[in-house]
């Protein structure tokens, strides 16, 4: 089985604050995600990368940064922490191939930003 | 725009009842199709997919999904519903398009199940 890790299921940080989100996937493959979550929104694709070192803009990276340094790891890094960044973040993978785009989910990391 | 739509914010069924959760999406071809659930606090689990081929397909925990192309939707279903099926389902689309990668998700259908 897949197996996607993040590394906090619940954080509380203070505005300003620089916040690491971890993400780490066990199947060599290509496509990581971030997404946030938020009631009535659904899910909103924050990056993705499809290699190591490349990354792409979703649909709302602002306030947002990344980084893949290993194949299998996918960071997210707030900046400055602000309060409108409370959220569920979500991480995801997927092979990369033409026939096998699914994607597999983590557990998801809460965010607090007092 | 390409969009996917979940036009239930809730919906609540019996135990034992049947179910259909709908989902419309606008592309302009055939994307690759999905639906997930989430339980509380947890991430997304895949429940079946449909890329090409039978517009029918089934999934796990007894879900199946039929793809129309004339009506762009992609419904979910399932003949009997439990209380464990109480959950978040989400909807979505897949496209590659210009060498670039687009997920989108609905905003997904809460299910209450009475006992």
């Known amino acids: 089985d897949v197996k996607v890790t993040q590394s906090s299921r619940y954080l509380v940080k203070r505005t300003g604050e620089k916040v690491f989100l971890e993400c780490v996937q066990d199947m060599d493959h290509e496509n990581m995600f971030w997404y946030r979550q938020d009631p009535g929104l659904g899910l909103r694709l924050i990056y993705f990368s499809y290699d190591v070192k490349m990354k792409e803009k979703g649909d709302i990276p602002e306030g947002y940064s990344v980084s893949r340094e290993k194949k299998e790891r996918f960071s997210l890094i707030l900046e400055s922490a602000s309060t409108n960044q409370t959220s569920m973040y979500l991480c995801?993978?997927?092979?990369?191939?033409?026939?096998?785009?699914?994607?597999?989910f983590g557990p998801g990391t809460r965010l607090l930003v007092l | 725009a390409q969009s996917v739509t979940q036009p239930d914010i809730h919906i609540t069924v019996s135990e034992g009842a049947s179910l259909e959760l709908r989902c419309n999406y606008s592309y302009g071809a055939t994307p690759y199709l999905f639906w997930y659930v989430q339980s509380p606090g947890q991430g997304l689990q895949l429940l079946l997919k449909?890329?090409?081929?039978?517009?029918l397909v089934q999934g796990i925990k007894g879900f199946e999904a039929e793809f129309k192309r004339s009506q762009s939707s992609f419904n979910l279903r399932k003949p009997s519903v439990h209380w464990s099926d109480a959950a978040e389902y989400f909807c979505a689309v897949f496209r590659r398009t210009s060498g670039t990668y687009k997920y989108i998700f609905g905003t997904g259908t809460r299910l209450k199940v009475l006992a």
């Open positions: 995801a993978s997927s092979p990369g191939t033409a026939d096998q785009e699914t994607q597999y």
């Open positions: 449909y890329f090409s081929g039978d517009t």
